[in-house]
């Protein structure tokens, strides 16, 4: 294992200090947590955002806090959930008055937490609402889930669902908007290799020189099928194409994400990228906005994934409005 680390141990803690020391205009760690919050909150009467999970897929999810999306991201030991008392005192942190909102990427062990640390807070008189994305159209079940994980489209919860707390959006509106946006983003992923978590050393499965694997999570479970390397324009054509058999995107204006998992380069995803515009055209689908870089990664695994979100007009309000997330600047 080749890594900048001190103690593979304290990896989360060493990297949290660091984010923080980076934008300390912006962001600081509740202390003895891993808890990131806005540097301004709690935020009187103003819904606060509340995200989380296994950290290793940054800038998921501290980089996406600040004025405009989250209000607070806890971060768990790599790969793994964060505990429900981690969660609790990033909700605590947080509140204004006007109620917490979860957003939750749909694994067990995340949303078992998520929920006890809702249990926690409403016993203490704070209203709590969540959500759980399920964006992944891979599989039906995976190791790590009952049900579709979440992965990259969660960015997309994130950014409009906080847009509707900056306006000023009650508890329930939030929730109202985010349940749209769970039901209009659909993802699909590939892997070209495995990373390695510190704290093991080795590497979390195993891919030949010619192989690539369809279908894989942010974690590095098993996909769909393993076969050999295609083309950019092939892989392009499986990950779209798997999105568009699950939803009907026909006449639709959707946002585009192309994320990449770790230590695939720019070009290949800009590479990648052309081809999915080229079939939402054929398919008639209009692009309405294109994101295309590292959103939701996993460690250095190479490899990618596409995201499609279907918009409706308050969708796009809300997509282009102001955020001050050090990793998304609008």
Avoid: W
């Amino acid at each position: 294992m080749k890594k900048i680390v001190n103690d593979p141990n304290q990896v989360v803690q060493d990297m949290l200090k660091g984010l923080v020391a980076a934008y300390p205009e912006s962001l600081k760690q509740v202390p003895d947590t891993t808890v990131v919050v806005r540097k301004d909150a709690p935020v009187t009467n103003k819904v606060a955002l509340v995200s989380g999970g296994g950290s290793g897929h940054e800038p998921a999810h501290a980089g996406y806090v600040g004025a405009g999306m989250l209000d607070a991201a806890v971060c768990g030991e790599t790969f793994t959930s964060p505990t429900p008392d981690q969660v609790f005192e990033a909700i605590k942190a947080v509140d204004g008055s006007a109620g917490v909102f979860l957003v939750i990427k749909n694994y067990t062990g995340d949303v078992m937490n998520f929920e006890m640390a809702a249990e926690l807070a409403e016993a203490e008189g704070i209203r709590v609402e969540k959500v759980i994305v399920n964006d992944d159209v891979a599989v039906e079940d995976s190791s790590f889930t009952t049900g579709r994980r979440g992965i990259a489209g969660t960015v997309f919860v994130h950014k409009i669902a906080g847009a509707k707390a900056d306006k000023g959006g009650s508890l329930e509106e939030v929730k109202a908007v985010a349940d749209k946006v769970v039901a209009n983003v659909r993802s699909m992923g590939m892997a070209l290799s495995p990373c390695t978590v510190p704290a093991s050393g080795k590497p979390s499965f195993e891919l030949a020189e010619d192989e690539m694997e369809i279908g894989i999570g942010i974690h590095g479970e098993p996909g769909i099928e393993r076969k050999t390397i295609a083309t950019a324009d092939e892989i392009a054509e499986e990950l779209t194409g798997k999105i568009l058999e699950d939803m009907d995107y026909t006449s639709s204006e959707v946002a585009v994400m192309v994320n990449g998992l770790g230590s695939t380069p720019e070009m290949e995803l800009f590479i990648l990228n052309g081809k999915v515009q080229d079939i939402l055209a054929e398919k008639g689908i209009k692009v309405y906005k294109t994101f295309v870089g590292e959103y939701m990664t996993s460690l250095e695994m190479a490899g990618c994934s596409v995201s499609l979100l279907k918009l409706d007009d308050e969708l796009k309000e809300l997509l282009d409005s102001e955020s001050k997330a050090p990793a998304f600047r609008i």
